[in-house]
């Protein structure tokens, strides 16, 4: 158990709605991570913050957003959803996110759009 | 830009074979590399990590992986296979850019081990 929590486990939903990924950190981390794993894309970084600030962008699209909260738990929000954001989704925290640091993932949501 | 390649997407060794699963780095700087395991419908797990301590790294499950810095590379290799070790196995590579730091991954290589 890495001790990152994230729901839900599975999520099933029609195209053009709007879901929230949940992610609760390692207790004591402060950074949060959500990646995407897809079967052609592989695992994509999307964003990063530390502190409930954002310190990294990567491949997200603009109709997705996340934040963190001020208990450091972490929501990614995917809105006018297409069939290809069907993917996993992982959350990942870091004691202080640099660069040695190792990242402890959670099991993922399963997000299925159809 | 730093980036791994991971050679080879599945892998496959008898039970009790040797285990050798490829990944090359491109990195402008001394790399922070390491490896992570996913069993099936989890997370990933770190297996080990390299920050230049040492090249040869020791990690959880009988796992090892050495650094050469002239090839650019980082191999995981285990020197006897059990069916427990079937997973994707990823190697990945950190990434700085100012105050932000993240981990580019490879692609992946699913490990099977035969009986």
């Known amino acids: 158990d890495s001790g990152v929590t994230q729901t839900p486990k599975h999520l099933i939903t029609a195209t053009g709605q709007r879901v929230t990924l949940r992610c609760s950190p390692r207790s004591g981390d402060l950074s949060v991570y959500w990646y995407q794993q897809s079967l052609d894309q592989g695992l994509q970084f999307l964003i990063q913050y530390y502190n409930g600030e954002e310190r990294a962008k990567g491949n997200i699209l603009e109709r997705f957003s996340a934040q963190q909260f001020p208990d450091l738990h972490s929501e990614l929000n995917l809105s006018s959803l297409e069939l290809g954001d069907s993917a996993l989704y992982f959350c990942a925290s870091s004691v202080d996110g640099v660069y040695n640091s190792p990242l402890h993932f959670g099991n993922g949501t399963r997000l299925t759009v159809t | 830009a730093q980036s791994v390649t991971q050679l080879g997407s599945h892998v496959s060794v008898s039970e009790g074979a040797l285990v050798l699963l490829r990944c090359n780095y491109s990195s402008s700087v001394p790399p922070y590399l390491f490896w992570y395991v996913q069993y099936p419908n989890q997370g990933l797990q770190l297996l080990l990590k390299y920050t230049s301590a040492a090249t040869l790294v020791k990690g959880i499950n009988g796992f090892e992986a050495e650094f050469k810095k002239s090839e650019t590379s980082f191999h995981l290799t285990k020197p006897s296979a059990h069916m427990s070790d079937a997973a994707e196995y990823f190697c990945?590579?950190?990434?700085?850019?100012?105050?932000?730091?993240?981990?580019?991954f490879g692609s992946g290589t699913r490990l099977l081990v035969r009986p």
């Open positions: 990945a590579v950190s990434e700085m850019g100012g105050s932000s730091y993240k981990l580019i």
